[in-house]
């Protein structure tokens, strides 16, 4: 007679505990900190947003810059790269741009985020050290693995990934965090892995 209670009540238990774990799922919590380090995020809004043509000439006229695998410093490569980015931007002093730091697929998830904080942070500081001033540049911050260009998982995809990316004004900001009540769900699965 105890058997179908008993049994019963370790369904009730089971069909909680999944719905609370769904639900967590679909409204993730940003964590406070991680085991290893708190992530922070640089950003300045500007209410004035770049028109569709200087968004147009940033994405002609400023190129990705790449980086070696677990590396941000900046190659011989990188450094010509910025150097024709820098020399742009001081010819056209009314641009201001976000930078976005990216790493490829391999490594944990925390690990990819500092490491693409790094290499935003990285172009920042060469593009201020060359003349471009740092009120010009509203966003700099690394976005882990999870915006690629490339999907294949070979070592020509991985060296595509490894980047930072400049764009227009905040317009990476506007594009990826579009409402301010998307980024905790979208840091919950930064931080976690969520898929």
Same mark, same amino acid.
């Given at each position: 007679?105890?058997?179908?209670?008993?049994?019963? !009540?370790?369904?009730?238990?089971l069909?909680?505990?999944?719905?609370?774990?769904m639900?967590?799922?679909?409204?993730?919590?940003?964590?406070?900190?991680?085991? %290893?380090?708190?992530?922070?995020?640089?950003?300045?809004?500007?209410?004035?947003?770049?028109?569709? %043509? *200087?968004?147009?000439?940033?994405?002609?006229?400023? #190129?990705?810059?790449?980086?070696?695998?677990?590396r941000?410093?900046?190659?011989?490569?990188?450094?010509? +790269?910025? #150097? *024709?980015?820098?020399?742009?931007?001081?010819?056209?002093?009314?641009?201001?741009?976000?930078?976005? &730091?990216? /790493?490829?697929e391999? &490594?944990?998830?925390?690990?990819?985020?500092?490491?693409?904080?790094?290499?935003?942070? /990285?172009?920042?500081?060469?593009?201020?050290?060359?003349?471009?001033?740092?009120?010009?540049?509203?966003?700099?911050? !690394?976005? !882990?693995?999870?915006?690629?260009?490339?999907?294949?998982?070979?070592? %020509?995809?991985?060296?595509?990934?490894?980047?930072?990316?400049?764009?227009? !004004?905040? /317009?990476?900001?506007?594009?990826?965090?579009?409402?301010?009540?998307?980024?905790?769900?979208?840091?919950?699965?930064? +931080?976690?892995?969520?898929?």
């Amino acid at each position: 007679m105890n058997e179908p209670r008993f049994s019963l !009540g370790i369904g009730i238990v089971l069909a909680v505990a999944c719905s609370q774990l769904m639900l967590a799922q679909e409204h993730p919590q940003v964590p406070q900190s991680t085991n %290893s380090q708190q992530l922070n995020i640089t950003m300045t809004r500007s209410p004035v947003q770049p028109s569709s %043509s *200087e968004q147009q000439d940033v994405k002609q006229n400023l #190129k990705d810059l790449h980086f070696g695998f677990d590396r941000y410093d900046l190659d011989d490569q990188a450094q010509q +790269t910025l #150097k *024709e980015n820098a020399d742009w931007l001081k010819a056209n002093p009314g641009v201001t741009v976000s930078i976005a &730091g990216n /790493a490829d697929e391999r &490594g944990e998830i925390v690990y990819n985020l500092a490491l693409s904080q790094k290499r935003a942070e /990285a172009v920042r500081d060469a593009l201020v050290s060359r003349g471009v001033s740092s009120d010009r540049i509203q966003f700099a911050t !690394g976005w !882990g693995k999870l915006y690629p260009v490339c999907a294949q998982s070979d070592e %020509s995809c991985w060296a595509q990934n490894r980047r930072a990316r400049l764009t227009a !004004g905040s /317009a990476l900001q506007n594009g990826v965090l579009s409402m301010d009540r998307l980024t905790p769900a979208i840091m919950a699965c930064a +931080t976690h892995n969520c898929f």
